[in-house]
C-alpha cells in the first residue's frame, strides 16, 4: 500500500497549483456590461479617451428600436463604481434648461444619444440636422456655461435608464461558459482528506 503514497503526493502538488494558478490573467473574448440583478446591459464595441468626461470610457451597443442602434458611455471614476456616463447635452438657455440638443456626428450608430440628469435617455431624429447657436451644455453632472454653434436634429426623450437597468454594474464575459469551480478551501479540505486516506491504506 506504500506505493500509493507517491500518487497521493502527486494529486495534492496538483491541486494546489491549480488553486495557485487562478490568480493568473486570462482573455475575455467578449466583453459585456451586466446590472445588479445580472441583467444583460450591452455589449462593450471598445474603449477610447473622451474629451467630455475625462479619462476612458466603454462605448456600449443597444438597440433603440427594430431598426435603429445608439451608443451610450460609461467609466467607473476613480472613487466610485461603472456608471452612465452623462452628456454632453446642449442648451440655447445659459442655465442648462428648455430644449436639450445633441451634436450630430458622423460614427457607427444610427442615432445620436446621450444620458441626462436623472439617467433620462435623449434620442437624436434621423432626420435633417440644422445649425444650433449653444449658451451651455450638461456634462458629466455639471452645467457649464460657453458659446458656439453645433449641428443637430429634433431631439426627444426616452426615459430613464433606471427603470431598465439597476447598479450596480460590472465588466463580464457574456462568452465564458458558467462553471462551477471549488475554492481553494475546498481544494485544501480535499488535498487533506485525500493525505488520510493515504495513510490509513499505508498502515493496513
Given at each position: 500500500m506504500r506505493s500509493l503514497v507517491a500518487p497521493v503526493a502527486i494529486f495534492a502538488t496538483l491541486v494546489l497549483t491549480l488553486a495557485a494558478s487562478g490568480q493568473t490573467l486570462s482573455s475575455v473574448s467578449n466583453p459585456s456590461?451586466?446590472?445588479?440583478?445580472?441583467?444583460?446591459?450591452?455589449?462593450i464595441l471598445g474603449y477610447g479617451s473622451d474629451s467630455?468626461?475625462?479619462?476612458?470610457?466603454?462605448?456600449?451597443?443597444?438597440?433603440?428600436?427594430?431598426?435603429?442602434?445608439?451608443?451610450?458611455?460609461?467609466?467607473?471614476p476613480l472613487d466610485g463604481t461603472l456608471n452612465w456616463v452623462s452628456g454632453p447635452l446642449f442648451y440655447t438657455t445659459g442655465d442648462c434648461t428648455g430644449q436639450v440638443y445633441l451634436t450630430r456626428e458622423p460614427g457607427v450608430a444610427d442615432r445620436d444619444?446621450?444620458?441626462?440628469?436623472?439617467?433620462?435617455?435623449?434620442?437624436?431624429d434621423t432626420g435633417v440636422?440644422?445649425?444650433?447657436?449653444?449658451?451651455?451644455?450638461?456634462?458629466?453632472?455639471?452645467?457649464?456655461?460657453?458659446?458656439?454653434?453645433?449641428?443637430?436634429?429634433?431631439?426627444?426623450?426616452?426615459?430613464?435608464?433606471?427603470?431598465?437597468?439597476?447598479?450596480?454594474f460590472t465588466i463580464v464575459d457574456s462568452s465564458a461558459q458558467s462553471v462551477t469551480a471549488l475554492s481553494v478551501s475546498e481544494l485544501l479540505v480535499l488535498v487533506l482528506?485525500?493525505?488520510?486516506?493515504?495513510?490509513?491504506?499505508?498502515?493496513?
Open positions: 456590461i451586466k446590472d445588479g440583478s445580472g441583467k444583460l446591459v450591452g455589449h467630455y468626461a475625462g479619462g476612458s470610457v466603454a462605448s456600449v451597443l443597444f438597440k433603440y428600436n427594430s431598426s435603429d442602434s445608439v451608443i451610450l458611455r460609461m467609466q467607473k444619444a446621450a444620458v441626462g440628469p436623472g439617467n433620462v435617455l435623449f434620442v437624436s440636422s440644422h445649425p444650433v447657436l449653444v449658451h451651455s451644455y450638461f456634462v458629466n453632472s455639471q452645467c457649464s456655461v460657453a458659446t458656439f454653434s453645433i449641428n443637430s436634429a429634433t431631439v426627444t426623450s426616452a426615459g430613464s435608464l433606471d427603470t431598465q437597468f439597476h447598479s450596480p482528506a485525500l493525505a488520510i486516506v493515504g495513510l490509513v491504506l499505508i498502515k493496513r
